[in-house]
């Protein structure tokens, strides 16, 4: 065995091929490892771009074993662990080559070939040997696909998306940074990300070298190992520093919580560029020249024990002695996340240096805080928001007050502070509900309420407040009726209804959703006057519920908001600044996965816009990639389609056609492969929450009601809305539970209640479930959640994603896009109830995968 730590380019280059054992897992990262492995690389790009040398990224390791050699001399290697990191690094490869090719830029064609022939094929070889990756039997047409720049590239499943992931992120880098900005991605890609290459002889027991890599019991922590270090230094003081210092600082935060201290304390001192992979590192090269001084050390010791007490504040705003400071350190509690830890350390440390008053470092924080509701409230992109928080304390001018020094550093330039007429469009017209996570949508509610000054506030940490559509998200017929008045001249009324129900005024707090349901607005008046709080009282003062009035209260609801969160130094913006919706609807065509397709309404209906606004943009717009793929909402090409300075010319169903879009004998194309503005949402990493229910999935039901009343609901609304398909549905659900004893159903708690097909224990972790459909009695379908299964072992492997569609896609009726592999496409109930004995079959099926993946006991039974 031998083993060296090389760059990407050294393991790649020369003729050789890396081929992944057929048995092995299908490629398996998400977004989420891909953004991870973002940040690190635009971390990498941003330093060589500030004229810096970065160090190295450490990747990961790779265990190569000899394979046969190829004809012309190829060699190949077997891929035992690491293919998901190789995979990743090629696709990202793949991606920057069609980035480029795409580009108007000087000597774009030949970077793109050069790239295509250094780092992606073996140029002289055909078949399967021309790819220098050769990934497993199932991933192997879609990485092809990709390599091969095929108008099928980018499909559903994993390969796909994480190609779609890194086109997103590179187009939107270079909209910020220019050309320049790719040729720094390049470089990090090809000589910045270190690997260890392990290589095998013939003969050696390649698995026994995984498993002793993988293997290796629980590891010390970054705090860990910095705690042995510093105590090593310490024989004479040691045992006096670990019990005043060390230990109290230990028991006050816990393990993780120091970790995060030991990270902070490096940001603090400027280090904004330290991962928490990499604490002790750093932390050691900054101690090294201290050893042998005991005195020094335990100063070091004395002052991150300081620091630990000022973080415990921020972690439990009630320890914070000054009332303002406390009142706005939990607000920012309240808002989630760690972004703020940063500043807000450095703040409070300034307090504690008697270099800023309490009540300043308070209306920094404010600031703080507006910046961050600000942009959600704009639907401004996060990307960079840590990096941009993790340098501010080294970065801002330290020679002002503190309040006006973070407004300015937060006021500077692509910053993205959105102005007070800039939050009161986003309030008017971006879909709110879509918005940043649940946690923050509701605190944002609250704040609103909270600003009434109500003479009995509302206790919101008891209170079991769900946010509540006022317009429906499902309209009856009572709501067509009204929306039918207020409907422009050729928008129809489910067009304006699209635009409308997920802004912000149509948004209240209610306990009350099962009641609220999507009766006609004068039962919910009656329901909302009741209420404690004042927004829905003032929802119930009104005579209807349409456009003039959902505009009206989100104009209200923008007075409070700019009143509550503070803007930016000035409120001028740069002519020349685009409209940031524009970023988003490039960002939502980049997401569609090839062989799908949207309409003008979705997308305005996405990036708070008018279907005609979207429409103009795109015919005038060069450079826009995938307008062709944007349809009448009859799945037709517009009349008024033009490809801007011809830069394609012909026709875009030629286009749409080679992706693999299906249209019928009369051209239109097939609603099935239609990506509506919730999916394209998805598929840009929002949280979008099941229709019709309170929570994104039953990980998180809301509570309040009781699991017999909310299945009592079900069963009431299914009768009542599916009468000739209730018996047959109610069968297939017991059919379910008796499969096997982790089978069960659960409830969704809102206007239509929901039913949940569950996998595994239900006292068991809600992330750890697994569901393959959620039934929607009133809405009459049945969601395969592709969406969800996606992050679930076993199902978490797209080929087996792919046999559930295959097998749920032979029975009549039921017909699923391959293309929202990654979404939850729908079927009727009524298929449910005429086929229900074949569909038990494919749950049967299911089941068996599920329990194939589970580990036995000691008796060889599977307990779910």
Same mark, same amino acid.
């Given at each position: ?55 190295? =990224? ?45 580009? !108007? ?250 270099? !800023? ?299 749409? =056609? ?66 000739? !398909? ?106 449910? !109830? ?31």
């Amino acid at each position: 065995m031998r083993a060296q730590e090389i760059t990407f380019l050294k393991l790649v280059q020369g003729e050789k091929q890396f081929q992944v054992p057929l048995y092995q897992r299908t490629y398996s990262w998400t977004r989420k490892q891909l953004e991870r492995l973002w940040d690190d690389l635009s971390d990498l790009v941003e330093q060589q771009l500030e004229g810096g040398r970065p160090a190295s =990224h450490f990747l990961g390791s790779v265990v190569l074993a000899p394979g046969q050699l190829q004809a012309g001399g190829v060699q190949r290697w077997l891929v035992v662990d690491g293919q998901q990191r190789i995979t990743t690094i090629m696709l990202a490869f793949t991606a920057l080559r069609d980035h480029i090719r795409d580009s !108007a830029a000087e000597g774009s064609a030949r970077t793109a070939d050069r790239i295509h022939r250094q780092y992606l094929v073996n140029e002289f070889l055909e078949g399967d040997e021309h790819f220098r990756l050769l990934p497993t039997q199932a991933d192997r047409a879609s990485y092809g696909a990709c390599v091969s720049n095929s108008p099928r590239s980018g499909g559903a499943d994993n390969i796909g998306a994480s190609y779609r992931f890194f086109r997103g992120v590179l187009a939107s880098g270079q909209e910020q940074h220019g050309a320049e900005w790719t040729n720094a991605v390049e470089i990090a890609l090809r000589d910045l990300l270190s690997i260890v290459e392990i290589t095998a002889e013939r003969g050696d027991n390649v698995y026994r070298i995984f498993e002793s890599i993988n293997n290796t019991g629980v590891g010390l922590s970054q705090s860990d190992l910095l705690r042995n270090y510093v105590f090593m230094l310490l024989p004479g003081r040691g045992e006096r520093v670990y019990e005043q210092l060390w230990l109290p600082m230990q028991q006050q935060l816990g393990p993780k919580n120091l970790e995060l201290l030991v990270w902070l304390d490096l940001v603090v001192r400027g280090e904004s560029k330290t991962k928490q992979t990499d604490i002790y590192r750093v932390q050691q090269q900054r101690l090294e020249p201290l050893a042998g001084n005991e005195e020094a050390l335990e100063k070091e010791i004395s002052e991150l024990a300081r620091r630990a007490e000022l973080l415990g504040r921020i972690l439990d705003p009630a320890l914070e002695p000054h009332d303002e400071l406390r009142r706005q350190l939990r607000h920012l509690a309240r808002w989630g996340g760690r972004i703020h830890y940063p500043i807000a350390l450095h703040l409070l440390d300034l307090v504690d240096a008697g270099r !800023a008053q309490a009540d300043e470092a308070a209306k920094a924080l404010g600031y703080v805080e507006g910046f961050l509701v600000r942009r959600m409230l704009c639907q401004t992109s996060t990307q960079s928001l840590n990096r941009l928080f993790m340098s501010m304390p080294g970065d801002m001018e330290a020679d002002r007050p503190a309040a006006e020094a973070v407004q300015r550093y937060l006021s500077g330039r692509r910053r993205g502070w959105p102005t007070d007429a800039e939050v009161a469009a986003g309030i008017r017209s971006k879909p709110f509900y879509w918005n940043g996570q649940a946690p923050q949508r509701a605190y944002v509610l609250e704040r609103l309420e909270e600003s009434y000054g109500s003479a009995e506030p509302v206790d919101f940490k008891q209170a079991k407040f769900t946010v509540e559509h006022v317009l429906p998200q499902r309209p009856a017929q009572a709501w067509i009726d009204v929306l039918a008045e207020d409907s422009d001249d050729g928008q129809t009324p489910q067009e304006l209804h699209d635009l409308l129900v997920h802004t912000l005024g149509n948004l209240t707090l209610s306990a009350e959703n099962t009641k609220l349901s999507n009766h006609p607005f004068q039962r919910k008046q009656q329901i909302l006057e009741a209420s404690s709080l004042r927004m829905n009282q003032e929802i119930a003062g009104t005579r209807r519920w349409g456009r003039r009035e959902i505009l009206e209260r989100a104009d209200n609801l923008a007075a409070r908001a700019v009143s509550l969160w503070p803007g930016p130094e000035g409120e001028q913006r740069a002519d020349s600044d685009e409209w940031t919706g524009w970023a988003d609807l490039r960002a939502a065509l980049i997401a569609m996965p090839t062989g799908t397709w949207t309409t003008y309404g979705d997308i305005a209906e996405l990036i708070g816009s008018h279907p005609v606004s979207v429409g103009n943009f795109l015919a005038t717009k060069a450079g826009v990639r995938g307008a062709y793929r944007v349809l009448t909402a009859a799945g037709r090409v517009s009349a008024s389609f033009r490809w801007p300075n011809d830069e394609h010319g012909g026709n875009p169903l030629t286009l749409l =056609h080679a992706e693999g879009v299906p249209f019928d004998s009369s051209g239109k194309a097939r609603s099935s492969h239609r990506l509506t503005a919730e999916d394209l949402a998805s598929l840009l990493g929002k949280e979008v929450p099941e229709i019709g229910t309170s929570s994104s999935s039953p990980d998180q039901v809301a509570p309040g009601s009781t699991f017999d009343a909310r299945a009592a609901r079900f069963t009431e609304l299914l009768r009542a809305n599916r009468p000739d !398909a209730a018996d047959a549905i109610l069968a297939f659900l017991q059919s379910w539970k008796a499969l096997a004893p982790g089978c069960h159903l659960d409830y969704g708690k809102a206007t239509e209640t929901s039913c949940f097909l569950m996998l595994r224990k239900e006292s068991a972790s809600r992330a750890a479930a697994i569901w393959p459909f959620t039934l929607y009695p009133v809405f009459g379908t049945v969601e395969v959640v592709f969406q969800y299964m996606r992050s679930r072992p076993p199902f978490d492997d797209s080929g087996l994603r792919q046999e559930f569609m295959s097998r749920l896609n032979a029975v009549p009726g039921i017909e699923l896009a391959e293309a929202k592999l990654e979404l939850r496409p729908s079927f009727p109930l009524e298929v449910l !109830a005429d086929r229900s004995e074949e569909i038990a079959g494919i749950m049967s099926w299911f089941v068996q995968q599920v329990v194939a993946y589970e580990p036995a006991d000691e008796q060889g039974q599977v307990s779910f």
